[in-house]
Each structure stands twice: as C-alpha cells, then as structure tokens.
C-alpha cells in the first residue's frame, strides 16, 4: 500500500519553509491529525513555540461533538494549550474582525469529503474572504479527497439554490482536494487573498481513502468510515426527503429507509444498479427522522467502487421511492442550513428544476444529459487548478 503524506506532515518536515515569525491561527477538528494520531494543534504548538494564537472550529464543533445541521457551536478556551477557539458555526459562520486579530497566517487543517454540500468547504472560503480583508495569509495543508480525484458527478449548482451547502457553480461530486478547491476559490471565483497550499506527498488521484495508508478519523460524526464518505455524495440527498439517511444508528448514508416503504417491491427495480448491491434491512434510529420506530430500507454496500456513481445511484433510488410511494413521500420542509424559506431539496440537489424532473418521473439517464454540457466545462476549469496530475 502507498504511504500518503499529508500536508500538515509535509509542513512537520520543513516547519520553517513555510512559517515564519508570525502569529498563528489554526482551523481544524478532531480528524486533523497526522499518522500517529498526534493532532495539529499539539504538533504547531511544538514546533512553533508560543506562536499559535487561536484556534478556529467548523460545524459539529471543535471535538465534532454536535450531531445534527444547525446545531451551533460556542467560543471556548482550548482546555489544553489555554487559547481561545473561535466557533465558524455559531452565532456567525463568517470570521470577524475580531477573530482574526491574534493572527498573521491562518493555517486550515480539515478533511473535505469530495461533496459540494460537505460545509467545511464553506467555512474555508469565508476564510479566504476574510484573510483578504483583514490582511491575513493562508497556508492550507492538503489532505486526500476521500472518494479519488478522477470521477466527477452530477449538476453544478445553479444560482437560485445559494447557500451555506453551495456558494459556488461545482458539482455534487467535485474531484477536487481542499487544497485545490482553495485555489479554485481564490483564483477561479475572484476571492484573491494571499494563500499558499502544503502539497501531500504520494498521493495519486485515482485513489479511495482506504488506498492512502492513513487512519480515517471521522470528520463529522456521521461520517465514521470512508465507506460512509463514499456513499455521502448521493445518499446526502435524503436529507432533504421524510426517508431516513440512517442518522441514529451505527451506519449512517449507508442505511436508508422509511415505515413506509415496500421493500420487495423497490428492490425488483434497483438490483442492476451498476457497482452496489442493496441488502434489505429493517433500522431503527435513534435519533433524527423516524426516531424509535422501525423503517424498512436497505444497506449500501459498494461492490465497485470504480463503477459506482453515488450522485446517480440515490438519484435512481429516490425516483424508485418516489414511484412506489407517492402518497406517503414527502420532501422535508424548511429551515435546512439556515434557509427558512426554499425546500431543503433543492438546495442539496442545487437545482429547482431537477426535483421537478424526478416528481415527474424523468428517467434519470435524461436528466443527467442536460447537465453533461456545463459539467463537461466544469472539468475542463478545474484540471487547471490539478496540484497532483
């Protein structure tokens, strides 16, 4: 197996090349550790001696201790090195004057998940934006994009459907790292704030998490495993359905179902969906939609990887469901990230029209057409901001 070196390694290596006398700043979770399971913070405050000033958390909290959307997270003290946390998911999700004071250089040390909809990427630009203004560098310290650097997947997002889970026209599954997303913020879309990216070393686009030789530490808390990432870039879109995405028990995104769902009859429509095999169970969550009452659904379970396409995958699933119950299927209503307004749907999917397709029952090979044009344009952009070829 490949050893990949992430960036904060890389970073370990050479402290000195990319930091110098300044005052640091520190956006990280619990996932941003390196191999040894050492967290960033620990390892920056060795290495730089009473240089790192501030620390910055995303959603889900500093220790990705909140469960659920909207959910915030307050300013703390980092009960270890005694310097104040700055919550981005709080009572604002965009950096103040303020917090950005203590600080010459932001260091950003999150693991993305190849998703349009995954927040942290949000926060990150906020941060750019603020890095601008407030006169601050950005070193971003690059980690794997879970679910490989190679397939790209779905509709990008349209301007009607904004939000704090789509600022920018990318799609659903982006094929990008943090880092070159970054980049593709900074330069692509006119953010223009002084950022530099550590590159890993190693690591190779066509690769899944599991090919990288790293530990997964789950970035938010449900997202446990990589097989849980791989599936997200489409099992997300039941968050925006009254169909469970299995939040509330051991194995969410893989888990999906609801009490009214006829399994046999969905599982004779779905069984040649290319790279999956769907095993019937019955779930109870603990928590969230259907909470303590049993929901008739299936596990994901990815037979290959390469030939699944998790966006069109859910996509065929929910028009299957649709079909079969379409009495009982309703989308969830808002508030959704903030949005109290537009159904949650739309913005997860990032388009009004396709949730009018699929009410519709428009096969799915026909929707994904319209789209392949600007996704094909979308390719051709970001292979320019490509930091591994």
Not at 107 to 126: E, K
Not at 247 to 266: C, W
């Amino acid at each position: 197996m490949t050893t990949v070196r992430t960036g904060l390694e890389e970073l370990m290596a050479e402290p000195r090349r990319w930091v110098g006398d300044e005052r640091i700043g520190l956006l990280c979770n619990p996932a941003s550790v390196d191999r040894a399971l050492t967290h960033a913070r620990t390892l920056i405050h060795q290495a730089f001696s009473g240089k790192l000033k501030a620390l910055y958390s995303p959603q889900h909290g500093f220790f990705a201790e909140k469960q659920d959307n909207m959910i915030e997270s307050q300013d703390m003290l980092d009960p270890a090195l005694k310097i104040p946390v700055f919550s981005l998911y709080g009572q604002s999700r965009v950096p103040s004057e303020r917090m950005f004071a203590p600080i010459d250089v932001l260091l950003v040390d999150l693991q993305d998940v190849g998703t349009r909809v995954y927040t942290f990427i949000y926060t990150l630009s906020y941060c750019l934006e603020a890095a601008l203004k407030y006169n601050v560098r950005v070193l971003v310290l690059d980690r794997p994009n879970p679910v490989n650097g190679i397939d790209i997947e779905g509709n990008l997002l349209a301007s009607d459907c904004k939000s704090f889970v789509g600022r920018f026209p990318i799609p659903m599954r982006h094929g990008l790292t943090i880092g070159e997303l970054a980049v593709l913020f900074n330069d692509h879309f006119d953010i223009g704030c002084n950022l530099e990216v550590i590159p890993m070393k190693g690591w190779k686009r066509r690769m899944l998490f599991a090919d990288t030789g790293l530990p997964w530490i789950a970035p938010s808390p449900n997202l446990p495993t990589p097989i849980s990432a791989l599936v997200y870039p489409g099992q997300v879109l039941w968050e925006g359905t009254n169909v469970s995405e299995g939040r509330g028990t051991a194995q969410p995104f893989e888990l999906f179902g609801a009490p009214y769902i006829d399994v046999s009859k969905i599982a004779a429509q779905i069984e040649k969906i290319a790279g999956v095999l769907f095993r019937p169970v019955v779930f109870e969550p603990t928590s969230n939609k259907w909470r303590e009452t049993p929901c008739n659904g299936f596990q994901i379970h990815v037979m290959e990887p390469l030939c699944y396409r998790p966006y069109k995958t859910t996509l065929q699933l929910l028009r299957t469901i649709l079909a079969e119950h379409r009495e009982q299927f309703k989308w969830k209503p808002p508030p959704y990230e903030y949005e109290f307004e537009r159904l949650p749907i739309d913005l997860i999917i990032g388009n009004r029209s396709i949730r009018k397709r699929l009410e519709n029952l428009e096969p799915i090979d026909a929707i994904e057409a319209d789209w392949q044009e600007e996704l094909d344009q979308y390719k051709k952009i970001s292979r320019k901001f490509h930091i591994y070829k």
